[in-house]
């Protein structure tokens, strides 16, 4: 890739008109027999938080300090969608307004496009796609996710920058016989810091392929998972001179069994093992590998209008927002279940993360954090189109403190924040369900989620 931002720049940009090019066309052009339906969505809330700008607990001499204000979040937008019998697609826009009452400094506006379609392309296979572009600023992303979908990821020193982020996910999942199941999954990401000189770009490309041989309630298979990442760094501050890229190969080769032991409950083990090699564009410089285990243990519960989780997950994953690669142990618990007769919702997310820096680049130091991820939304809907909605989330990393007066890459870091707001869909109905991801269960019987209040989606 080049290392030139303004070719970048250009090249993510010719990529996001393309994609509204192509996405406006579909549209346009729906299917026969295509329903459709337009949705205009609204989220006004007011809240509170200790941490407006993620700044580490502990201040260096040029570092922000940590402040609390309220604030006010507004998140206006419009959602299609259509549906046919072998067509489905959903196309929504956001725009987010985070507003503080005294740091004005600390303001935030997000822009966020987002387009999926399911497409039965025979009667034995099926395609998913899915686009994101987004726009925002880091010191915000976690307010703008719903409390059963938070992401769990240790933060850096820099947690307040703005940033642009393109994501493009495919998957095809074939089933030729009642006894074999193949998918593939392809995508793509980049991460591109807004304010230069701080955080490096993100470009991050990976392939998947699983095979799987199925039995009435439970299917045993192999999956093979290949992921490049390419860490762009900033330009020296002092001398404007270049920095060497460094690029990373992470290969996951894993055995899994799932099993549906009732109609709302499942599980899923998987074991196996990870590389990963890292290589710089400076030729004096080694390349670094690793060799890590991989491993899942799961257990699910899907049903029409929640879903929940129970997870432990051992892996090397690119974290875009620290602009590393991580070795993670993760225990997380995730869900989200109404209550029906009282017209009522709650989403949550309980997760406990060691996060160890990988030595991929000869200029890496050895880091490591611990976190806690604390998220709770209930919420009331006394009519369809309108829902209130009451949230709290904590988020604690243990760090490292500063060395010098200059911040550890990965420092203690604490947030709290309270939020209470309103969200109106109208109209509640949408013409279709549009699946971002095939289903988990061996049966496919599982459907997304319910709505959560606090992300407006349609109903």
């Not at 720049?9 to 090019?21: E, K, W």
């Not at 966020?112 to 987004?134: G, K, R």
């Not at 109905?429 to 606090?454: C, I, K, M």
């Amino acid at each position: 890739m080049s290392r030139r931002a303004p070719a970048r720049a250009s090249l993510v940009s010719a990529t996001f008109v393309a994609a509204i090019a192509f996405v406006a066309s579909a549209l346009t052009s729906p299917p026969a027999r295509a329903k459709a339906s337009i949705q205009a969505i609204t989220t006004a809330s007011a809240g509170w938080t200790d941490n407006i700008l993620n700044a580490p607990d502990e201040k260096t001499t040029t570092g922000p300090a940590r402040e609390n204000d309220f604030f006010f979040q507004l998140q206006p937008g419009a959602v299609v969608a259509s549906g046919s019998p072998r067509f489905l697609q959903r196309l929504q826009y956001t725009f987010t307004a985070d507003l503080f009452v005294t740091h004005t400094e600390a303001n935030s506006y997000s822009n966020a496009l987002e387009w999926a379609a399911d497409v039965l392309t025979s009667s034995t296979t099926t395609l998913v796609l899915t686009m994101l572009s987004l726009q925002g600023r880091l010191s915000t992303f976690a307010l703008n996710q719903q409390s059963s979908g938070a992401t769990v990821a240790v933060l850096p020193a820099n947690a307040n920058i703005n940033y642009f982020s393109q994501t493009a996910t495919e998957t095809l999942e074939w089933t030729p016989t009642t006894k074999w199941r193949f998918s593939e999954v392809g995508l793509f990401r980049a991460f591109i810091p807004i304010d230069r000189g701080l955080q490096p770009d993100v470009y991050d490309a990976s392939a998947e392929l699983a095979l799987d041989r199925l039995f009435r309630i439970d299917a045993v298979g192999l999956v093979l998972r290949s992921a490049f990442v390419e860490y762009v760094p900033p330009r020296d501050p002092t001398t404007n001179v270049a920095v060497p890229d460094t690029r990373q190969d992470v290969t996951t080769l894993l055995a899994r069994w799932r099993r549906d032991w009732t109609p709302f409950w499942s599980s899923e083990a998987a074991l196996g093992v990870v590389v990963g090699v890292g290589a710089s564009d400076d030729p004096t410089v080694p390349s670094q590998s690793v060799w890590e285990p991989s491993a899942l243990a799961a257990l699910r519960y899907t049903h029409d209008l929640g879903n929940g989780e129970l997870r432990y997950v051992h892996d090397v994953t690119p974290n875009p927002l620290a602009g590393s690669t991580f070795s993670m142990d993760e225990v997380a618990l995730q869900g989200g279940l109404p209550i029906v007769r009282a017209k009522m919702f709650l989403g949550a997310t309980a997760a406990y993360q060691h996060a160890r820096l990988l030595p991929l680049a000869q200029t890496v130091a050895p880091a490591s954090a611990d976190l806690v991820l604390i998220d709770f939304t209930i919420g009331w809907q006394p009519r369809p189109e309108i829902g209130l909605f009451a949230r709290y989330s904590f988020y604690d990393q243990f760090g490292s403190p500063p060395v010098m007066d200059v911040q550890a890459p990965l420092p203690d870091l604490t947030r709290q924040t309270v939020l209470v707001g309103v969200n109106i869909v109208y109209p509640a109905v949408a013409a279709a369900r549009v699946p971002t991801r095939r289903g988990a269960r061996v049966d496919q019987s599982d459907q997304a989620g319910f709505p959560e209040l606090h992300a407006p989606q349609p109903r």
